[in-house]
Protein backbone atom coordinates (compact mmCIF):
# COMPACT_ATOMS: atom_id res chain seq x y z
CA UNK A 1 0.00 0.00 0.00
CA UNK A 2 1.02 3.57 -0.85
CA UNK A 3 0.99 5.83 2.18
CA UNK A 4 1.81 9.43 2.87
CA UNK A 5 3.04 10.67 5.92
CA UNK A 6 1.93 14.12 6.73
CA UNK A 7 4.44 15.08 8.23
CA UNK A 8 8.42 14.12 8.55
CA UNK A 9 9.20 16.61 11.20
CA UNK A 10 8.22 14.67 14.37
CA UNK A 11 9.24 12.14 17.03
CA UNK A 12 5.72 10.55 15.64
CA UNK A 13 5.81 10.70 12.33
CA UNK A 14 9.66 8.91 12.31
CA UNK A 15 8.23 5.99 14.58
CA UNK A 16 5.06 5.31 12.01
CA UNK A 17 7.13 5.12 9.09
CA UNK A 18 9.36 2.67 11.03
CA UNK A 19 6.28 0.34 11.76
CA UNK A 20 4.61 0.93 8.02
CA UNK A 21 7.95 -0.28 6.74
CA UNK A 22 8.31 -3.17 8.67
CA UNK A 23 4.58 -3.71 7.42
CA UNK A 24 6.24 -3.91 3.90
CA UNK A 25 3.89 -0.66 2.82
CA UNK A 26 5.64 2.14 0.69
CA UNK A 27 6.22 5.61 2.83
CA UNK A 28 6.39 8.75 1.77
CA UNK A 29 6.26 11.76 3.58
CA UNK A 30 5.25 15.39 3.20
CA UNK A 31 7.83 18.14 4.97
CA UNK A 32 8.26 22.08 4.60
CA UNK A 33 12.27 21.26 5.20
CA UNK A 34 14.05 18.61 3.59
CA UNK A 35 16.10 17.75 6.29
CA UNK A 36 13.31 16.22 8.81
CA UNK A 37 14.35 13.65 10.73
CA UNK A 38 11.77 11.17 9.28
CA UNK A 39 13.34 11.41 6.07
CA UNK A 40 16.50 8.95 8.11
CA UNK A 41 15.40 6.00 7.56
CA UNK A 42 15.50 3.18 4.37
CA UNK A 43 11.71 2.93 5.20
CA UNK A 44 10.70 5.70 3.55
CA UNK A 45 11.01 6.36 -0.22
CA UNK A 46 10.18 9.88 -1.13
CA UNK A 47 10.16 13.60 0.71
CA UNK A 48 7.71 16.46 -0.82
CA UNK A 49 8.16 20.04 -0.33
CA UNK A 50 4.81 21.79 1.00
CA UNK A 51 4.08 24.95 2.66
CA UNK A 52 5.00 25.09 6.13
CA UNK A 53 2.02 24.24 8.22
CA UNK A 54 2.36 26.65 10.70
CA UNK A 55 2.55 29.47 8.46
CA UNK A 56 -1.03 28.70 6.33
CA UNK A 57 -2.43 25.37 7.08
CA UNK A 58 -4.61 25.64 4.14
CA UNK A 59 -1.93 25.89 1.61
CA UNK A 60 -0.25 22.64 3.27
CA UNK A 61 -3.71 21.05 2.76
CA UNK A 62 -3.89 22.24 -1.38
CA UNK A 63 -0.33 20.93 -1.93
CA UNK A 64 -1.07 17.44 0.45
CA UNK A 65 -4.45 17.03 -2.08
CA UNK A 66 -2.86 17.62 -4.95
CA UNK A 67 0.71 15.68 -3.77
CA UNK A 68 -1.06 12.61 -3.11
CA UNK A 69 -3.33 12.84 -6.12
CA UNK A 70 -0.28 12.55 -8.47
CA UNK A 71 1.37 9.86 -6.22
CA UNK A 72 -1.47 7.45 -6.40
CA UNK A 73 -1.64 7.38 -3.01
CA UNK A 74 -3.72 4.72 -1.06
CA UNK A 75 -3.75 6.49 2.40
CA UNK A 76 -2.76 9.82 3.98
CA UNK A 77 -1.76 9.15 7.65
CA UNK A 78 -2.15 12.06 9.97
CA UNK A 79 0.86 11.71 11.89
CA UNK A 80 1.38 15.44 13.53
CA UNK A 81 -1.18 18.36 14.11
CA UNK A 82 -2.10 18.29 10.77
CA UNK A 83 -5.20 16.45 11.50
CA UNK A 84 -6.78 19.64 12.84
CA UNK A 85 -7.32 20.82 8.96
CA UNK A 86 -7.87 16.98 6.85
CA UNK A 87 -10.74 16.70 9.54
CA UNK A 88 -12.13 20.52 8.56
CA UNK A 89 -11.64 20.08 4.71
CA UNK A 90 -12.16 15.77 5.01
CA UNK A 91 -14.92 16.43 1.73
CA UNK A 92 -12.50 18.47 -0.16
CA UNK A 93 -9.40 15.31 0.20
CA UNK A 94 -9.35 13.07 -2.47
CA UNK A 95 -7.63 10.35 -0.82
CA UNK A 96 -8.53 7.87 1.82
CA UNK A 97 -7.66 9.11 5.52
CA UNK A 98 -8.66 8.83 9.34
CA UNK A 99 -9.81 11.77 11.07
CA UNK A 100 -12.64 12.69 13.26
CA UNK A 101 -15.99 14.78 12.54
CA UNK A 102 -14.63 18.77 13.21
CA UNK A 103 -17.38 19.28 15.30
CA UNK A 104 -16.04 16.24 17.33
CA UNK A 105 -12.53 17.46 17.07
CA UNK A 106 -12.80 21.02 18.15
CA UNK A 107 -14.32 19.74 21.32
CA UNK A 108 -10.69 18.67 22.37
CA UNK A 109 -8.15 20.21 20.11
CA UNK A 110 -8.71 23.75 21.95
CA UNK A 111 -6.99 23.13 26.10
CA UNK A 112 -10.23 24.53 27.24
CA UNK A 113 -12.52 23.04 25.54
CA UNK A 114 -11.10 19.46 26.38
CA UNK A 115 -11.32 20.67 29.78
CA UNK A 116 -14.98 21.57 29.48
CA UNK A 117 -15.62 18.27 27.70
CA UNK A 118 -13.59 15.80 30.21
CA UNK A 119 -15.34 17.96 32.89
CA UNK A 120 -19.38 17.01 31.22
CA UNK A 121 -18.26 13.44 31.15
CA UNK A 122 -16.69 13.08 34.25
CA UNK A 123 -13.38 11.99 33.85
CA UNK A 124 -10.53 13.49 36.57
CA UNK A 125 -9.01 16.19 36.03
CA UNK A 126 -6.39 18.38 38.41
CA UNK A 127 -8.23 21.40 39.79
CA UNK A 128 -8.70 24.11 36.77
CA UNK A 129 -9.74 27.03 36.37
CA UNK A 130 -10.66 29.56 33.15
CA UNK A 131 -8.80 33.15 33.40
CA UNK A 132 -9.94 36.36 31.29
CA UNK A 133 -8.28 39.54 32.87
CA UNK A 134 -5.71 40.08 35.46
CA UNK A 135 -8.51 40.00 37.94
CA UNK A 136 -9.52 36.33 37.74
CA UNK A 137 -5.70 35.43 38.89
CA UNK A 138 -6.62 37.11 42.36
CA UNK A 139 -8.91 33.77 42.94
CA UNK A 140 -6.09 31.77 42.49
CA UNK A 141 -4.41 30.62 45.57
CA UNK A 142 -3.00 27.15 45.46
CA UNK A 143 0.18 26.57 43.76
CA UNK A 144 2.39 25.67 41.62
CA UNK A 145 -0.06 25.53 38.73
CA UNK A 146 -0.04 25.75 35.27
CA UNK A 147 -0.64 28.20 33.03
CA UNK A 148 -1.76 27.14 29.47
CA UNK A 149 -2.94 28.83 26.26
CA UNK A 150 -5.69 27.25 24.67
CA UNK A 151 -3.62 26.30 21.25
CA UNK A 152 -0.12 25.18 21.54
CA UNK A 153 2.10 22.21 20.38
CA UNK A 154 4.24 20.52 22.19
CA UNK A 155 4.06 22.02 26.14
CA UNK A 156 5.26 25.94 23.92
CA UNK A 157 1.84 27.48 25.33
CA UNK A 158 2.04 26.15 28.94
CA UNK A 159 4.30 28.11 32.15
CA UNK A 160 4.56 26.77 35.37
CA UNK A 161 3.75 29.14 38.09
CA UNK A 162 4.81 28.58 41.84
CA UNK A 163 3.81 32.16 43.03
CA UNK A 164 1.32 34.76 42.71
CA UNK A 165 3.98 36.79 40.55
CA UNK A 166 5.12 33.90 38.49
CA UNK A 167 1.66 33.42 37.72
CA UNK A 168 0.83 36.72 36.56
CA UNK A 169 4.61 37.21 34.06
CA UNK A 170 3.18 33.77 32.97
CA UNK A 171 -0.23 34.60 31.67
CA UNK A 172 0.52 38.02 30.32
CA UNK A 173 3.41 36.26 28.35
CA UNK A 174 1.04 34.06 27.27
CA UNK A 175 -1.59 36.43 26.04
CA UNK A 176 -4.05 37.11 29.15
CA UNK A 177 -6.03 40.22 27.95
CA UNK A 178 -6.47 39.20 24.51
CA UNK A 179 -7.51 35.36 24.84
CA UNK A 180 -8.70 33.13 27.29
CA UNK A 181 -6.36 31.09 29.26
CA UNK A 182 -6.54 28.10 31.67
CA UNK A 183 -4.98 27.88 34.80
CA UNK A 184 -4.60 24.15 36.63
CA UNK A 185 -3.16 22.94 39.67
CA UNK A 186 0.13 20.97 39.59
CA UNK A 187 -0.72 17.28 40.30
CA UNK A 188 1.74 15.08 42.09
CA UNK A 189 2.75 11.76 40.91
CA UNK A 190 4.19 10.44 37.55
CA UNK A 191 3.26 11.03 34.28
CA UNK A 192 1.93 8.82 31.78
CA UNK A 193 1.47 8.95 28.15
CA UNK A 194 -1.79 6.81 26.95
CA UNK A 195 -2.55 6.63 23.31
CA UNK A 196 -5.86 5.23 22.15
CA UNK A 197 -8.25 3.99 18.74
CA UNK A 198 -11.59 3.99 18.32
CA UNK A 199 -13.73 3.28 15.25
CA UNK A 200 -17.20 5.39 15.56
CA UNK A 201 -17.26 5.14 19.62
CA UNK A 202 -16.05 1.71 19.78
CA UNK A 203 -13.00 1.62 21.48
CA UNK A 204 -10.33 -0.43 18.95
CA UNK A 205 -6.82 -0.76 21.47
CA UNK A 206 -5.15 1.43 23.78
CA UNK A 207 -1.81 1.70 25.43
CA UNK A 208 -0.38 3.40 28.46
CA UNK A 209 3.59 3.96 29.47
CA UNK A 210 5.40 5.61 31.92
CA UNK A 211 8.16 8.31 31.36
CA UNK A 212 10.70 6.86 33.26
CA UNK A 213 13.27 9.62 32.15
CA UNK A 214 13.27 12.80 30.86
CA UNK A 215 14.13 13.97 27.63
CA UNK A 216 13.91 17.25 25.69
CA UNK A 217 11.28 19.59 26.18
CA UNK A 218 9.61 17.24 28.54
CA UNK A 219 9.44 14.37 25.87
CA UNK A 220 10.11 10.76 27.12
CA UNK A 221 13.81 9.76 26.55
CA UNK A 222 13.03 6.29 28.29
CA UNK A 223 9.55 4.65 28.71
CA UNK A 224 7.61 1.69 30.52
CA UNK A 225 4.20 0.25 29.49
CA UNK A 226 1.98 0.12 32.28
CA UNK A 227 -1.34 -1.26 32.76
CA UNK A 228 -3.60 1.60 34.80
CA UNK A 229 -6.67 0.97 37.02
CA UNK A 230 -9.58 2.93 35.12
CA UNK A 231 -8.11 3.89 32.27
CA UNK A 232 -10.31 1.44 30.32
CA UNK A 233 -13.18 2.70 31.87
CA UNK A 234 -12.54 6.62 31.10
CA UNK A 235 -11.50 6.15 27.50
CA UNK A 236 -14.83 3.76 26.82
CA UNK A 237 -16.49 6.36 28.47
CA UNK A 238 -14.68 9.52 25.97
CA UNK A 239 -14.96 7.88 22.94
CA UNK A 240 -18.39 6.94 22.74
CA UNK A 241 -19.26 10.12 24.47
CA UNK A 242 -17.77 12.08 21.25
CA UNK A 243 -18.40 8.77 18.70
CA UNK A 244 -14.90 9.42 18.37
CA UNK A 245 -13.39 8.10 14.95
CA UNK A 246 -9.45 7.58 14.62
CA UNK A 247 -6.36 7.69 17.36
CA UNK A 248 -6.37 10.18 20.26
CA UNK A 249 -4.20 10.47 22.85
CA UNK A 250 -3.99 11.64 26.60
CA UNK A 251 -1.17 12.77 28.94
CA UNK A 252 -2.03 11.51 32.98
CA UNK A 253 -0.62 12.23 36.41
CA UNK A 254 -0.92 8.74 37.85
CA UNK A 255 -1.90 9.33 41.50
CA UNK A 256 -3.28 6.78 44.10
CA UNK A 257 -6.54 7.53 42.94
CA UNK A 258 -5.92 6.56 39.33
CA UNK A 259 -5.01 8.55 36.79
CA UNK A 260 -5.57 12.77 36.56
CA UNK A 261 -5.74 13.85 32.75
CA UNK A 262 -3.98 17.03 32.15
CA UNK A 263 -4.01 17.13 28.25
CA UNK A 264 -5.41 15.66 25.16
CA UNK A 265 -4.60 15.50 21.49
CA UNK A 266 -6.87 14.25 18.83
CA UNK A 267 -4.15 12.35 17.49
CA UNK A 268 -1.83 9.38 17.23
CA UNK A 269 1.28 9.84 19.46
CA UNK A 270 4.89 7.68 19.35
CA UNK A 271 3.48 4.39 19.18
CA UNK A 272 6.49 1.97 19.09
CA UNK A 273 6.39 1.67 22.88
CA UNK A 274 2.39 -0.16 21.86
CA UNK A 275 3.43 -2.45 19.24
CA UNK A 276 6.57 -3.79 21.50
CA UNK A 277 4.30 -4.80 24.49
CA UNK A 278 2.21 -6.04 22.00
CA UNK A 279 -0.39 -3.48 20.67
CA UNK A 280 -0.16 -2.53 16.63
CA UNK A 281 -1.46 0.61 16.83
CA UNK A 282 -0.75 1.73 13.12
CA UNK A 283 -1.81 -1.11 11.84
CA UNK A 284 -5.29 -0.79 13.35
CA UNK A 285 -4.94 2.56 12.27
CA UNK A 286 -4.46 2.30 8.79
CA UNK A 287 -7.38 -0.72 8.87
CA UNK A 288 -9.96 2.46 10.16
CA UNK A 289 -8.76 4.48 7.15
CA UNK A 290 -9.21 2.00 4.46
CA UNK A 291 -12.64 1.71 5.48
CA UNK A 292 -12.29 -1.44 7.75
CA UNK A 293 -13.43 -2.16 11.24
CA UNK A 294 -10.28 -3.63 13.36
CA UNK A 295 -11.51 -5.65 15.99
CA UNK A 296 -10.92 -4.74 19.68
CA UNK A 297 -6.87 -5.22 20.71
CA UNK A 298 -6.06 -6.81 24.08
CA UNK A 299 -4.33 -4.43 26.49
CA UNK A 300 -0.25 -5.05 26.07
CA UNK A 301 2.32 -6.18 28.30
CA UNK A 302 3.17 -4.11 30.93
CA UNK A 303 6.93 -3.49 32.07
CA UNK A 304 8.21 -3.30 28.84
CA UNK A 305 11.23 -0.59 27.85
CA UNK A 306 11.97 1.64 25.45
CA UNK A 307 14.38 4.28 24.32
CA UNK A 308 14.81 7.61 22.49
CA UNK A 309 18.30 8.06 22.27
CA UNK A 310 18.06 11.58 20.80
CA UNK A 311 15.88 12.82 23.52
CA UNK A 312 18.36 11.49 25.80
CA UNK A 313 21.20 13.50 24.60
CA UNK A 314 19.26 16.45 23.85
CA UNK A 315 18.15 16.84 27.30
CA UNK A 316 21.17 16.40 28.49
CA UNK A 317 22.73 19.02 26.73
CA UNK A 318 19.92 21.25 27.41
CA UNK A 319 21.35 21.45 30.89
CA UNK A 320 24.31 22.84 29.55
CA UNK A 321 26.91 20.00 29.96
CA UNK A 322 28.85 17.54 27.82
CA UNK A 323 29.75 15.36 30.77
CA UNK A 324 26.24 14.66 30.59
CA UNK A 325 25.73 13.74 27.42
CA UNK A 326 28.53 11.88 27.15
CA UNK A 327 27.17 9.94 30.04
CA UNK A 328 23.64 9.42 28.80
CA UNK A 329 24.98 8.06 25.73
CA UNK A 330 27.36 5.55 27.24
CA UNK A 331 24.49 4.41 29.19
CA UNK A 332 22.26 4.40 26.85
CA UNK A 333 24.95 2.10 24.33
CA UNK A 334 25.93 -0.16 27.37
CA UNK A 335 22.05 -0.64 28.54
CA UNK A 336 23.29 0.48 32.16
CA UNK A 337 20.24 1.97 34.79
CA UNK A 338 17.24 3.29 33.16
CA UNK A 339 18.23 1.79 29.95
CA UNK A 340 18.22 -1.53 30.84
CA UNK A 341 16.36 -3.58 28.23
CA UNK A 342 15.12 -0.44 26.79
CA UNK A 343 14.85 -1.34 22.94
CA UNK A 344 15.28 1.92 20.86
CA UNK A 345 11.75 3.06 19.77
CA UNK A 346 12.87 6.17 17.75
CA UNK A 347 16.00 5.21 15.68
CA UNK A 348 16.36 1.87 15.57
CA UNK A 349 19.57 0.90 13.45
CA UNK A 350 18.99 -3.09 12.81
CA UNK A 351 19.18 -3.34 9.17
CA UNK A 352 18.47 0.48 8.51
CA UNK A 353 22.37 2.56 9.41
CA UNK A 354 21.30 5.46 8.54
CA UNK A 355 18.52 6.12 10.61
CA UNK A 356 21.82 7.08 13.43
CA UNK A 357 22.86 9.63 11.30
CA UNK A 358 20.39 12.60 13.67
CA UNK A 359 22.07 11.22 16.99
CA UNK A 360 25.55 10.76 15.33
CA UNK A 361 24.92 14.66 14.38
CA UNK A 362 23.05 15.48 18.14
CA UNK A 363 26.05 14.06 20.01
CA UNK A 364 28.74 15.81 17.78
CA UNK A 365 26.86 19.38 17.56
CA UNK A 366 25.94 19.24 21.78
CA UNK A 367 29.95 17.98 22.85
CA UNK A 368 30.84 21.02 20.69
CA UNK A 369 28.65 23.36 21.89
CA UNK A 370 25.49 22.29 24.37
CA UNK A 371 23.43 25.49 23.39
CA UNK A 372 23.16 23.74 20.06
CA UNK A 373 19.95 21.59 21.52
CA UNK A 374 18.06 24.05 20.59
CA UNK A 375 18.34 24.06 17.19
CA UNK A 376 17.66 20.77 16.72
CA UNK A 377 14.19 21.14 19.23
CA UNK A 378 13.40 24.29 16.95
CA UNK A 379 13.47 22.44 13.49
CA UNK A 380 11.46 19.36 15.37
CA UNK A 381 8.61 21.02 16.14
CA UNK A 382 8.26 24.46 14.26
CA UNK A 383 6.63 22.99 11.08
CA UNK A 384 4.05 21.34 12.28
CA UNK A 385 2.85 23.36 15.33
CA UNK A 386 -0.46 24.67 15.49
CA UNK A 387 -0.13 28.19 16.59
CA UNK A 388 -3.48 30.23 17.14
CA UNK A 389 -3.50 31.92 14.13
CA UNK A 390 -3.28 28.82 12.01
CA UNK A 391 -5.88 27.34 14.00
CA UNK A 392 -8.05 30.64 13.23
CA UNK A 393 -7.49 30.04 9.69
CA UNK A 394 -8.61 26.60 9.99
CA UNK A 395 -11.97 27.91 11.37
CA UNK A 396 -12.81 29.49 9.05
CA UNK A 397 -12.20 28.19 6.38
CA UNK A 398 -14.03 25.27 7.42
CA UNK A 399 -16.83 28.13 7.78
CA UNK A 400 -16.79 29.10 4.76
Known amino acids: MRV????????????????????GHHVEILSSTPFCLTRFTRHVRALHRVPRFAD??????????????LRAIDVLLPTQEQV??????????????????????????????AWRTLLAIGIPQPASVVVRSKEDLAAIGQFPVFVKRAISTASAGVRRAATADELAAAAVALGLGT?????QTQASGPLAMVQALADRGRLVAHHANLRVVEGIGGGAAVKESIRLPKLDEYLQRLVRALDWHGPISMDVIVTGDGPLVIDVNPRLVEP????????????????????????????GQDGVRSRQLLL????????????????????ALRCRGDYKDAAEELTP?????????????????????????????????????????????????SER
Open 4 to 23: LLSEGSGLTSRQVATRLGAL
Open 56 to 69: DPIAWFAAANRIAR
Open 84 to 113: AVLSAQRSRLEVATVVPDFATLRRVQDKIE
Open 179 to 183: EELLV
Open 272 to 299: INAHIAGVDLVGAMLELARGGHPPAVPT
Open 312 to 331: SVLGAAEHGRRGAVLHELIA
Open 349 to 397: VDGDPIAALPVVLAVLATLIKPSLWRLFHAGATGPYSLTPEAWRKIISA
